[in-house]
Every structure is written in C-alpha cells, then in structure tokens.
C-alpha cells in the first residue's frame, strides 16, 4: 500500500493539464544487480511509464547516469519515453555541452590503474564521464580505490559525483536537475512527477515545487517530499498514476 500523502499528491499531480512523469533507472526502475549490465526495469513499472506516455497531454521519461545508448538497450522503452543519460547530459540530440575526449582518456587510464589488482573494482567507461566502481569489492579494496580515485581527480578538471559504491568523473556538465527543466520546458508540463533513489537525483529534486511531486526511493536524507521503500513500490505509484490520469483523461 503507497502512503496515503503520497497517494493524495499523486492524485493531484494526475489532473494537472500537462503531465510529465519521470524515474531514474537503476535502483529507482530496476533493482539494484552485481553485474550492471545485468540490470532490467520491473515489468509492471516499465509497462506504466509506456502506457502513461500514450495517455493524452502526458510524457514519460527516464533520467539516468547510464550512457544513453546502454540505457536504450537495457530499458527496452519504446521510442515514447524520452531517454536521457550521462546523468542528463546526454539526449538523443546530442549531448548538453563539448567532452574533453584527451582528458577522458587519460582519466580512463589513471582509473584503470587504481583497478589493477584490486578485484571487484572495475572501471566503465562512458562517452562523456567514467565511473569507478566498487560494489563488488572487498570493503578495503573498495576504500582504497575510492580514496585513489579521489587524490588522482585533484588534477583533473572534471565534475565529480559520488553514487552508491561509485564516483564517476564527468569532463562536462550534468545535471538531471536541468534534464527535468528542458523536458519540462519542451512538454509544457504543469507538473512533474519524479522517482529517484541517490544523491545524483537529488539535483532533480531541488528542482521541484507547486504540484510537483518527487519521491525519494529507499533511505538516506533527501529533498523530496515523499518516500517509498524500493523498484517494487515504485511500480505500484507509476500504476497508481496511471489509473489516476486515465481516469481524469477520461
């Protein structure tokens, strides 16, 4: 059962003229796997962010840190849900800003030697960032790669975010608070639903306000104003919507 506020705010947000809902990806849509690449969304969940794109004056989309041509293939979205990735940057336009490909190189392969010998720590490399992670790391071997990653980044010119068990290295800008905004702006959406669960969501979240409403999924300190407990729960608030707006739609 979703909390009652929640159930009330979505509720409201469903009669809004312009609806635009949207979900990061990992964590948020899909559960969180070992191997990234073997990451997929819950049906139910990805069944009603496609359906609620075909529901009139509604858009649907998914905001994440994936590179966007892997999370166009792992999302297996149709074409009707906007994509983005590169933790906004990147849209099927192009991306946002110019990538340093010199300085992403390089920083690929300082990243890569911290890995060495290190097992669990892999490196993923993306056109306009790379990630270093440590989920499947011993707790030492992860400290000690992580604190590696960070003394080598004070020579580089990148932007720095720090995820669960990551720190990925951007050598443009991003922002998933600015994806929201050009979304926003291109659908003339009166209000925005978004679903996320770490502290890269949280620049979406800041984004919020009105009719708005943001859902912060699992623990830790957030600026949403609503909580849920997990993928799971997520799928029951985007069916939840769904009915909501088909029902007003209708």
């Known amino acids: ?16 003229p312009r609806l635009l809902v949207s979900s990061d990806f990992d964590g948020t849509l899909a559960p969180i796997v070992s191997n990234p690449a073997d990451a997929r969304p819950l049906a139910d969940a990805a069944d009603a962010l496609v359906s609620l794109a075909d529901v009139p004056h509604t858009a649907s989309a998914l905001i994440s840190g994936r590179a966007l041509d892997v999370l166009r293939d792992l999302s297996g979205l149709s074409p009707a849900v906007h994509l983005v990735g590169s933790h906004g940057a990147e849209f099927t336009s192009g991306f946002t800003h110019d990538i340093d490909r010199e300085l992403l190189d390089r920083i690929t392969a300082e990243l890569d030697a911290i890995a060495a010998g290190r097992p669990g720590v892999t490196v993923e490399t993306k056109p306009a960032s790379v990630a270093l992670h440590v989920r499947n790391a011993s707790a030492d071997d992860g400290e000690a790669a992580l604190a590696a990653a960070r003394e080598a980044s004070t020579g580089w010119d990148v932007q720095l975010t720090e995820g669960k068990a990551v720190l990925e290295f951007a050598v443009i800008q991003t922002d998933k608070g600015e994806a929201l905004d050009i979304l ?28 708005d409403v943001g859902v912060k999924v699992g623990p830790g300190e957030t600026l949403a104003a609503y909580r849920v407990n997990s993928p799971e729960d997520v799928a029951a608030a985007l069916r939840f919507l769904l009915e909501a707006r088909q029902s007003h739609s209708g």
């Open 184 to 211: 926003r702006s291109q659908e003339k959406a009166s209000a925005v639903v978004f679903f996320g669960d770490d502290v890269t969501d949280e620049k979406a979240f800041r984004r919020l306000g009105g009719d």
């Open 1 to 16: 059962m979703l909390p009652a506020d929640l159930q009330r705010a979505l509720t409201t947000a469903a009669a809004t």
